[in-house]
């Protein structure tokens, strides 16, 4: 099953598997329906996207991976992994497509409205009444932040509060620059805002088009940054922590990890609050103290510094 490459005037002219030559975009056939991709493809792609675009498949959950894998090859219309990657190999175009099939930035306005309520009831004033006791800065971080629905809706149940930059601060940080470009726009498909009460969609969201731009007040509530949650980079100090629906994309041992880097990003009482489909994984259950199961908020229990790898304390910023 071998699949022969060279190239004509920079052109990639493939021999399939099956036997047939063709430019690597002409070579479409029998859909690659049901079709699995093999570890042997999969390493392969993940050295191209690796070496091509810096983006590592390392630590992600590899069966979801491989699943998203063969749907892009059936939505470009191939027959199999071989010619995919022959094609991969040689468009960056196909590189980003792909980067974002695997990276799907699905979310909404206020996602599972009862967590926003919970959150607006019950974390929201501890965190203000704490930060005007403290005469210190409250600080939100939303990871995996897509295009910016999460901390813009933050943004909308802070902004009654009328806080001035040193007192509030909401940080989204996504591995994305396109899905962040489209963040700082600020402007949406009527179907991501459905959930937004019907006073502040009247009053923070002018309609353009066939779409909504939200106001320049609240776009300016957030800074957006790009940060890879994988990556040994820094990380920041933050009193609440919104990471939902990241998570599921990486193994459990990543999982650990990401979860020991944001117990060390909050203090003893800061909040965290998880997707509804991800938990704490079990050697982490030490570090939080679960106040709302449904809702996946977590609070940070005060414990041994020992629980924490010095690595991830050390590199602690603020914002
Ligand atoms: C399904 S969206 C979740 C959006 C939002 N948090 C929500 O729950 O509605 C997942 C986001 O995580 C981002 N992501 C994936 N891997 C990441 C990483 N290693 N570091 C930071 N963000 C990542 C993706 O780009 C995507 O925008």
């Given at each position: 099953?071998?699949?022969?490459?060279?190239?004509v005037q920079?052109?990639?002219?493939?021999?399939?598997?099956e036997?047939?030559?063709?430019?690597?975009?002409?070579?479409?056939?029998p859909p690659?329906?049901?079709?699995?991709?093999?570890?042997?493809?999969y390493?392969?792609?993940?050295?191209?996207?690796?070496?091509?675009?810096?983006?590592?498949?390392?630590?992600?959950?590899a069966?979801?991976?491989?699943?998203?894998?063969?749907?892009?090859?059936?939505?470009?219309?191939?027959?199999?992994?071989?010619p995919?990657?022959?094609?991969l190999?040689?468009?960056?175009?196909?590189?980003?497509?792909?980067?974002?099939?695997?990276?799907i930035?699905?979310?909404?306005?206020?996602?599972?409205?009862?967590?926003y309520r919970?959150?607006?009831?019950?974390?929201l004033?501890?965190?203000?009444?704490?930060?005007?006791v403290?005469?210190?800065?409250?600080?939100?971080?939303?990871?995996?932040?897509?295009?910016?629905?999460?901390p813009?809706?933050?943004?909308?149940?802070?902004?009654?509060?009328?806080l001035?930059?040193?007192?509030?601060?909401?940080?989204?940080?996504?591995l994305?620059?396109a899905?962040?470009?489209?963040a700082?726009?600020?402007?949406?498909?009527?179907?991501?805002?459905?959930?937004?009460p019907?006073?502040l969609?009247r009053?923070y969201?002018?309609?353009?088009?066939k779409?909504?731009?939200?106001?320049?007040?609240?776009?300016?509530?957030?800074?957006?940054?790009?940060?890879?949650?994988?990556?040994?980079?820094?990380?920041?100090?933050?009193?609440?922590i919104?990471?939902?629906?990241?998570?599921i994309?990486?193994?459990r041992?990543?999982?650990?990890?990401?979860?020991q880097?944001?117990?060390?990003?909050l203090?003893?009482?800061?909040?965290?609050?998880?997707?509804?489909?991800?938990?704490?994984?079990t050697?982490?259950?030490e570090?939080f103290?679960?106040?709302n199961?449904?809702?996946?908020?977590?609070?940070?229990?005060e414990t041994?510094?020992?629980?924490?790898?010095?690595?991830?304390?050390?590199?602690?910023?603020?914002?």
């Open positions: 099953m071998t699949v022969v490459s060279i190239s920079g052109v990639a002219l493939i021999i399939s598997a036997g047939r030559v063709g430019f690597a975009e002409d070579l479409k056939g690659f329906i049901g079709g699995d991709v093999l570890d042997a493809a390493l392969q792609i993940s050295e191209i996207l690796q070496a091509q675009q810096g983006f590592s498949l390392a630590g992600y959950k069966r979801s991976i491989k699943r998203r894998i063969a749907a892009r090859i059936r939505a470009v219309g191939m027959t199999g992994t071989e995919y990657i022959v094609l190999a040689e468009s960056p175009d196909e590189q980003q497509q792909l980067l974002t099939a695997l990276s930035h699905v979310s909404h306005f206020f996602r599972n409205p009862s967590t919970e959150l607006k009831k019950k974390v004033p501890v965190l203000l009444q704490r930060s005007r403290n005469h210190s800065k409250l600080r939100i971080w939303s990871i995996g932040c897509a295009y910016g629905e999460e813009y809706s933050l943004a909308l149940l802070l902004q009654r509060f009328l001035p930059s040193d007192q509030l601060a909401i940080i989204a940080t996504d994305s620059s899905a962040l470009q489209r700082k726009a600020g402007q949406y498909d009527p179907s991501r805002l459905t959930e937004v019907e006073r969609l009053e969201f002018q309609p353009q088009g779409e909504y731009r939200l106001a320049e007040e609240i776009r300016k509530m957030v800074q957006f940054f790009r940060h890879d949650i994988l990556s040994e980079q820094p990380f920041y100090r933050a009193d609440l919104l990471c939902r629906n990241v998570l994309y990486f193994s041992e990543q999982q650990r990890r990401i979860l880097i944001l117990a060390a990003a203090p003893a009482g800061g909040f965290l609050v998880l997707g509804r489909a991800e938990t704490l994984v050697s982490c259950r570090l103290r679960c106040i199961p449904a809702e996946r908020i977590y609070q940070r229990l041994d510094e020992q629980l924490l790898p010095m690595a991830y304390v050390q590199q602690l910023q603020d914002f």
